[in-house]
């Protein structure tokens, strides 16, 4: 039984912008990186079609990291105003001020 090749993302990102290029044919690709004419066309279709991805996603995380830093912000902001009112409390108690 054959075992099956696994590609990385990088590979196949290599592969499909040359063939995109046009400077070479499915065919001429194929062969010279032994693949499969119709995996490359199916991993050819796949980039185009999620190609509006990459951009999406950079969106949301921007989004979702400030969200989260705007939260860390505030928590900390409350953590230290707690923490001055009990200095102030105990400076108060202890006759220090």
């Given at each position: ?25 499915l ?64 400076k ?6």
């Amino acid at each position: 039984m054959e075992k099956r090749n696994h590609y990385t993302a990088e590979f196949k990102a290599k592969v499909v912008l040359e063939l995109l290029g046009e400077e070479s044919t499915l065919n001429q690709v194929a062969t010279k990186y032994q693949l499969n004419p119709q995996m490359l066309s199916k991993w050819k279709s796949d980039f185009v079609k999620n190609a509006a991805v990459v951009f999406e996603r950079n969106k949301d995380k921007t989004g979702k990291l400030k969200k989260e830093m705007e939260e860390k912000e505030a928590r900390y902001q409350q953590i230290i105003g707690q923490q001055s009112y009990e200095i102030h409390w105990l400076k108060k108690k202890s006759g220090l001020k």
